[in-house]
């Protein structure tokens, strides 16, 4: 086994390294978005078992609508994954405690998510704690004696009357269904658990080693801005009494105690308007919980944290579009390299208490997310999820770096046609990422939205930059959009497209620019107010009107500290300016428009808004798709399917195909029903 996954290994890094093709055929939209990825891993205490969960799409034209289902599986050693539980099930947030593994689930007769353990040498699963309303996360004690859990309140049984006899408005923003924390004692008499928080919403719990204490983070409302903005983690006693509280302001990610319950290590931000938690301080409780910034000066952002020793944190960072994993001691402050840069994308890191094991999940450019143990500073991948994948094809893919046109150093991950020939040109679609505060890294870019693999075989090149105020270069880089929508942000695009014309890899006039979100604003401003630049534009769920989004969107806060820097009424103009609304009769570039409708982020009416503009002008084909039941982001197969047709086809009609008016809007899903 184990000389079978070095062999992987080895056909993977040199997929990478080398231009050719080297396998034997293409692979297809359907495929792109129903590979199988590992999605959680938990460890053993003596960490030499791994339990795992793995994400499988439902199949198109086969199955119902619905989400992914997830399979449980255990993996000891190099031998071969033992599967738990696998079909069509749904479960999540995995343990290991003691001889068995925990996880959430419906199943059954359960009437909301419950908590169920199967042994870890299999089983039947049993349910070890139902509630009257979903179990939305938990945590054990040491001991295994309390569960920690999140949850609502049962609800209101007079509400649901009312309901019924029509009695339905809702009052916006004012009507508070908290998740609180519970705590039930498995040797206790009383078999209901006690509510221990009221009034405010918590995000996280977890148990102090060692202290009948609880480390939580919660918000003064359920408000999406409030989780972003003013989250802040304290400690709490078993009766709900804050015992203990720890400084911070803006963002906030992971927290974990070290074993003994001295140190607790967060995830943090640098200030108020540091646009992503990226810092990592350790609180000592031995100290009156004083705050030591433990990576100052680090030019990329922590991602994940995990306790191996008392005295030892291992903690993993993305730089640039690489990762890398490494141990800091706190005697010293001082860390060593436990995984280098370059080697995988590291997604999270897992550790057992005293072993000196990492489990990581990663994946690059050849493969999706799968399990790895990191031992001796190299990778041992104990998962292959989609075997398929070493019959396909793999194109080229690098990091670039070029200089925007004020002299900032920018990078970008270049995906290579299949038949790359050098000299010659190719059609080109640019792939920008949302946020702003968010990177790409070069390792597995397959989505639907960029289904990369099946568009260089198409003999496309693809781009993903990361502009000014991408994250992974820290925060003063992160910041250099603040205040300036659409500005030299967007002027990067631009100038990494002059770039790959003037390396000889892209023909200029048949450049596509696709992105969501904030990628989505960056694709309705190339359609409109740097129309010369891009010969197609695919927008999702995207800006195109700044004054309106203010007003519409649920992280309203959130915007004006990481992001504007101002409001709407200390300069009308410049917001109306810097929308694409205002530069709808300059367009020229034909624009698919798509969005959920169900979006709360970024409004299904900034969608609207673009296409009634540029559809009353009547200068550039147009055309709004939508998709009931999806929010921001299309999370269901069909929908992303539809959404990978509908992105291909615009891009082949007016890059390739020469196209000048919009293509069918009908797509042969009739015709695939199996």
């Known amino acids: 086994m184990a000389s079978t996954l070095l062999r992987n290994l080895l056909v993977a890094t040199t997929a990478l390294t080398l231009s050719a093709p080297l396998f034997a055929r293409d692979i297809t939209l359907e495929e792109t978005i129903t590979v199988q990825s590992i999605t959680s891993t938990a460890v053993s205490a003596d960490g030499q078992m791994a339990a795992f969960t793995r994400n499988v799409p439902r199949t198109p034209y086969v199955d119902d609508d619905g989400s992914n289902y997830t399979e449980l599986f255990t993996v000891t050693g190099e031998n071969d994954p033992v599967p738990f539980i696998t079909g069509k099930h749904s479960l999540g947030s995995i343990q290991v405690h003691g001889d068995a593994i925990y996880f959430l689930a419906k199943r059954g007769d359960d009437k909301h998510t419950s908590l169920y353990r199967i042994a870890t040498t299999g089983g039947e699963a049993q349910r070890v704690l139902a509630h009257e309303n979903a179990i939305s996360s938990y945590a054990l004690s040491d001991d295994g004696r309390y569960i920690a859990f999140r949850a609502r309140a049962k609800a209101d049984e007079t509400d649901e009357k009312l309901s019924k006899k029509g009695f339905k ?53 359920a408000l999406v801005d409030d989780n972003y903005m003013s989250s802040s983690y304290r400690l709490i006693d078993y009766s709900g009494e804050t015992v203990g509280s720890f400084e911070s302001v803006g963002k906030l990610g992971k927290a974990e105690f070290s074993p003994d319950g001295r140190y607790v290590a967060v995830i943090g931000a640098a200030d108020y308007n540091d646009p992503a938690d990226g810092r990592l301080y350790v609180y000592d409780t031995q100290k009156e919980n004083e705050r030591v910034e433990v990576l100052p000066n680090y030019m990329g952002h922590v991602q994940d944290i995990a306790w191996r020793r008392n005295d030892e944190l291992v903690w993993l960072g993305h730089r640039g579009t690489e990762s890398e994993v490494q141990a800091l001691t706190m005697q010293w402050l001082e860390s060593r390299t436990l995984l280098e840069l370059g080697k995988a994308i590291v997604v999270d890191i897992e550790v057992a208490e005293g072993q000196s094991d990492v489990y990581v999940r990663a994946h690059t450019a050849a493969h999706p997310t799968e399990l790895f143990r990191l031992q001796n500073q190299q990778l041992i991948r104990l998962t ?41 040109q190719y059609p080109l679609i640019m792939v920008v990422h949302g946020g702003p505060e968010a990177h790409y890294s070069n390792g597995w870019l397959d989505r639907y939205a960029s289904p990369v693999k099946h568009a260089a075989q198409q003999g496309y090149a693809l ?86 989004k203010f007003g519409t969107t649920d992280i309203a ?53 673009l296409y009634r503009y540029l559809k009353t002008h009547g200068n550039v084909p147009v055309r709004l798709v939508l998709y009931p039941g999806e929010g921001h982001g299309n999370r269901r197969v069909a929908s992303q399917l539809d959404y990978g047709m509908r992105m291909m086809r615009w891009m082949n009609h007016f890059l390739v195909e020469g196209g000048t008016e919009a293509p069918a809007h009908e797509l042969p899903h009739a015709e695939n029903l199996k």
């Open 169 to 221: 408005a809702e009052i916006y923003e004012e009507e508070f269904k908290f998740t609180h924390a519970w705590l039930f004692d498995t040797q206790a008499e009383a078999t209901d658990p006690v509510q221990i928080t009221d009034d405010e919403q918590i995000y996280s719990v977890d148990f102090r080693p060692g202290h009948e204490q609880l480390l939580v983070r919660a918000a003064p409302t």
């Open 384 to 424: 292959d999820s989609n075997p398929w994948l070493a019959d396909i094809t793999l194109p080229r893919q690098e990091t670039i770096s070029y200089k925007a046109r004020d002299g900032l150093d920018l990078e970008g991950i270049v995906v290579y046609p299949t038949d790359y020939q050098e000299g010659q």
């Open 463 to 548: 781009f993903f930059p990361n502009y000014r105020g991408s994250t992974g270069r820290g925060v003063e880089f992160s910041k250099l959009g603040q205040n300036d929508y659409a500005g030299k942000e967007f002027d990067d695009l631009v100038d990494g497209k002059q770039h790959l014309v003037e390396m000889g890899l892209v023909d200029s006039t048949k450049v596509g620019i696709t992105g969501g979100s904030y990628g989505g604003f960056a694709s309705a401003w190339g359609a409109t107010a740097l129309t010369e630049h891009f010969a197609a534009s695919v927008m999702f769920v995207g800006i195109s009107d700044n004054i309106s």
């Open 557 to 609: 806060k959130e915007m004006h500290a990481v992001h504007a820097r101002s409001y709407p009424w200390e300069k009308w103009q410049w917001y109306l300016e810097r929308s694409p609304i205002y530069h709808a009769e300059k367009a020229r570039t034909p624009i698919l428009i798509l969005h959920g409708k169900e979006d709360t982020r970024v409004h299904p009416s900034q969608s609207m808004e």
